[in-house]
């Protein structure tokens, strides 16, 4: 059972290994299927396979925290589902369930930001065939790739209020868990101190303007998100709709 163990001395994972490749191989790859074949996605009834990813996320969510449990790793300083990620993760699963078009446009952000980039720069130990391999990646590509398919085949669409929603969502969301933090003697989200290790927050100012700094290159992206999916009316449709005597005959 090393496999589901606490020790990665034989799995130990590199960033941009053979099993990493594979990894944004499979990212990119399921990227292009989806829009590839978006329209025949959309002729057919997918509910059954929405209903499946969403269980298997929880499955796999709620076996992580067994593992931990399991080998003693599990701390309320860490193992809450405050990280980004995991927040991106809950918001898959809700978005799958309800379709629910708010939480797709919170979610189109956090995965597409915040998932995309713990798929190229992974912060984890262990390598294939590990456990904690196939949770961490899994759910990190089922977020992406549910945020796309809600996009491409379902036809949402962020819209400029997305962005203002994401900004209220955060806002209200970073009181609560910097409490959290305060109580568990926790740093989720990185609210109470930089990580140790060297990161894009180094370039960003001192504790705790780095926060506001954060936040702020967050919202940035979003926006640029925003651009790149949004819905894009022809000028034709758009002159048809702003005068609807055209179409009589």
């Given at each position: 059972?090393?496999w589901f163990g606490r020790s990665y001395k034989n799995f130990d994972f590199e960033i941009f290994s053979?099993?990493?490749?594979?990894?944004?191989?499979?990212?990119?790859?399921?990227?292009?299927?989806?829009?590839?074949?978006?329209?025949?996605?959309?002729?057919?009834?997918?509910?059954?396979?929405?209903?499946?990813?969403?269980?298997?996320?929880?499955?796999?969510?709620?076996?992580?925290?067994?593992?931990?449990?399991?080998?003693?790793?599990?701390?309320?300083?860490?193992?809450?589902?405050?990280?980004?990620?995991?927040?991106?993760?809950?918001?898959?699963?809700?978005?799958?369930?309800?379709?629910?078009?708010?939480?797709?446009?919170?979610?189109?952000?956090?995965a597409l930001l915040g998932a995309s980039q713990a798929i190229f720069t992974p912060i984890v130990n262990?390598?294939?065939?590990?456990?904690?391999?196939?949770?961490?990646?899994?759910?990190?590509?089922?977020?992406?790739?549910?945020?796309?398919?809600?996009?491409?085949?379902?036809?949402?669409?962020?819209?400029?209020?997305?962005?203002?929603?994401?900004?209220?969502?955060?806002?209200?969301?970073?009181?609560?868990?910097?409490?959290?933090?305060?109580?568990?003697?926790?740093?989720?989200?990185?609210?109470?101190?930089?990580?140790?290790?060297?990161?894009?927050?180094?370039?960003?100012?001192?504790?705790?303007?780095?926060?506001?700094?954060?936040?702020?290159?967050?919202?940035?992206?979003?926006?640029?998100?925003?651009?790149?999916?949004?819905?894009?009316?022809?000028?034709?449709?758009?002159?048809?709709?702003?005068?609807?005597?055209?179409?009589?005959?």
């Amino acid at each position: 059972m090393e496999w589901f163990g606490r020790s990665y001395k034989n799995f130990d994972f590199e960033i941009f290994s053979l099993s990493h490749f594979i990894i944004i191989g499979l990212l990119i790859i399921g990227g292009i299927l989806l829009y590839y074949y978006r329209e025949h996605l959309r002729k057919n009834q997918f509910r059954i396979g929405e209903i499946i990813i969403a269980s298997s996320l929880i499955v796999f969510e709620g076996t992580y925290h067994f593992w931990m449990i399991r080998n003693h790793s599990w701390n309320i300083s860490h193992a809450l589902p405050l990280e980004l990620c995991s927040i991106s993760l809950i918001l898959t699963v809700v978005l799958l369930f309800t379709k629910k078009k708010i939480v797709y446009e919170i979610l189109i952000f956090t995965a597409l930001l915040g998932a995309s980039q713990a798929i190229f720069t992974p912060i984890v130990n262990y390598d294939f065939p590990h456990f904690r391999f196939f949770h961490f990646f899994y759910t990190h590509l089922m977020t992406i790739w549910v945020a796309l398919y809600f996009t491409w085949v379902k036809e949402y669409r962020p819209t400029i209020w997305s962005v203002f929603k994401l900004f209220i969502f955060l806002n209200l969301l970073l009181p609560i868990i910097l409490l959290i933090n305060n109580r568990v003697g926790g740093n989720y989200l990185f609210l109470n101190k930089k990580p140790p290790s060297p990161s894009l927050m180094d370039f960003l100012g001192p504790y705790p303007w780095y926060i506001l700094s954060l936040e702020g290159l967050l919202i940035g992206l979003s926006i640029i998100v925003w651009l790149i999916f949004r819905e894009k009316t022809s000028r034709k449709a758009s002159l048809k709709e702003e005068n609807p005597l055209n179409s009589r005959t």
